[in-house]
């Protein structure tokens, strides 16, 4: 009897790096990365679950303008994002001269409801 074991899933390191999907907790999603040269400029960064077909951002970009309008600081509400769900801003990156991303973490409206 073989002790080779080959896994059927690839290994990561790095178990954050496996992404679920927040409303129905499956890791069958598909992400579209930020910056991707596809047929669309996509700025934002987010992935869409096979199960479920929710759409889960993960952060979205911002101009200076934008962020001094939208006073965006971690552990608020984000309530910008495109769909029916909630998130709150988990983190504010400077990443260029005029340009901002926000990090998104997706909030259940439960929790939403309760805290406003
Ligand atoms: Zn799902």
Redesign the pocket.
């Known amino acids: 009897m073989s002790a080779m074991h080959l896994p059927n899933e690839p290994m990561y390191g790095d178990e954050s790096s496996v992404r679920r999907?927040p409303?129905?907790?499956?890791a069958d999603v598909r992400l579209v990365t930020r910056g991707y040269t596809g047929p669309t400029d996509e700025v934002d960064q987010y992935f869409t679950?096979r199960?479920?077909?929710?759409t889960t951002y993960e952060l979205v970009a911002k101009n200076g303008r934008e962020m001094r309008m939208g006073r965006y600081r971690p552990g608020d509400l984000y309530r910008e994002a495109p769909g029916q769900h909630h998130y709150r801003v988990s983190r504010v990156l400077k990443v260029g001269v005029n340009e901002y991303l926000i990090y998104l973490q997706p909030v259940a409206s439960v929790d939403v409801a309760s805290r406003i």
């Open positions: 999907c409303w129905c907790g499956d679950c199960s479920c077909g929710e």
